[in-house]
């Protein structure tokens, strides 16, 4: 297992966010099973400015983990039954997340939280150090994957501008 470490995740989202394509996510239960999902598919919410990120509405203490160091598990509920995986990325102070939308295995944001068993608990853990959760390096390293951006979903409330910008990153 190769973990990828927090400080991975200090740069900017729209850096990091092709890279992530093709590694794993892992979740090892309590049991020591585990869940290993191969990202495909992940959109960048970057900064205050960005009418679509959670953090252009403020600090609060839903959006307080987007604006530390990058590196740390964002995850929130919606339609009060999904828990959504987002990573924070940047630095302090600049708010920005990448949203695991799609893996190899499962297609939606809110399947792959299901199937990762999240909860509120995974908040704020630092997905370097964490026993739980991680990023590692794809150890199939013979797959290769063309890169397409097109416009996040599900954001129109944002405007046209903010919700037709390129920010979503698939691996086809």
């Not at 092709?18 to 970057?46: A, N």
């Not at 590692?136 to 409330?157: C, E, F, T, V």
Request: charged share 30%; with cysteine.
């Amino acid at each position: 297992m190769e973990k990828i470490y927090s400080s991975f995740f200090s740069r900017d989202a729209l850096e990091i966010a092709p890279q992530i394509l093709g590694m794993q996510i892992v979740r090892q239960f309590e049991d020591k099973s585990r869940t290993i999902l191969t990202i495909t598919e992940v959109e960048v919410y970057k900064g205050k400015n960005d009418l679509g990120c959670h953090a252009s509405k403020g600090r609060t203490p839903r959006t307080e983990i987007m604006f530390h160091k990058g590196g740390k598990i964002y995850v929130y509920l919606i339609y009060g039954i999904h828990w959504l995986l987002n990573i924070t990325t940047g630095a302090e102070d600049d708010p920005q997340a990448i949203l695991i939308r799609g893996s190899r295995e499962i297609k939606g944001p809110g399947r792959i939280g299901k199937a990762l068993a999240l909860d509120k608990s995974f908040y704020d853990e630092d997905i370097g150090l964490s026993n739980r959760l991680w990023l590692q390096w794809n150890r199939d390293k013979k797959r290769s994957y063309n890169l397409k951006r097109a416009p996040r979903i599900g954001i129109d409330y944002a405007g046209e501008y903010w919700s037709k910008i390129p920010w979503r990153f698939i691996a086809t």
